[in-house]
Nanobody, 124 residues
C-alpha cells in the first residue's frame, strides 16, 4: 500500500520560512518525478513545484519562483519544499504527489499518488 505522508506545515508570520517534507512508503519512486500542489479555501488545487527523477531538474509556478525550493532524497524516498519569504497568499493546504513521468511536469494529469495534505497558514 502506497502512502505519502506530509509534515512540516504550521502557522508562520509573513516573511518567515517553513520546510515541508513528504515521505513515501510502500514502493520506491526513484524513477518518478515528485511534486507539490496547494489548495486555498474556495480555490482549485494548483501546481507549486516539481522535481525530476534525478533531482537535477525542477519546475515552479511563477508566484513562488525565487522563494520556494523543491528537492528530493531518493535514498529516503522523500521530497522537500523549502518555503522562504512566505506571504499570506501562500496560505493553503499543501499536497505532495508522485508522477507517472520521470521528467518534472506541472499537470495533474500524470499524478499517480497524492498525500493527505498539510496546512500552511501565513499571518500578516
Amino acid at each position: 500500500q502506497v502512502q505519502l505522508v506530509e509534515s512540516g506545515g504550521g502557522l508562520v508570520q509573513a516573511g518567515g520560512s517553513l520546510r515541508l517534507s513528504c515521505a513515501a512508503s510502500g514502493r520506491t519512486f526513484s524513477n518518478n518525478a515528485m511534486g507539490w500542489f496547494r489548495q486555498a479555501p474556495g480555490k482549485e488545487r494548483e501546481f507549486v513545484g516539481s522535481v525530476n527523477w534525478t533531482g537535477g531538474s525542477t519546475k515552479y509556478t511563477d508566484s513562488v519562483k525565487g522563494r520556494f525550493t523543491i528537492s528530493r532524497d531518493t535514498a529516503k524516498n522523500t521530497v522537500y519544499l523549502q518555503m522562504n519569504s512566505l506571504k499570506p497568499e501562500d496560505t493553503a493546504v499543501y499536497y505532495c504527489a508522485t508522477f507517472s513521468s520521470a521528467a518534472a511536469v506541472t499537470t495533474t494529469g500524470l499524478i499517480k499518488y497524492w498525500g493527505q495534505g498539510t496546512q500552511v497558514t501565513v499571518s500578516s
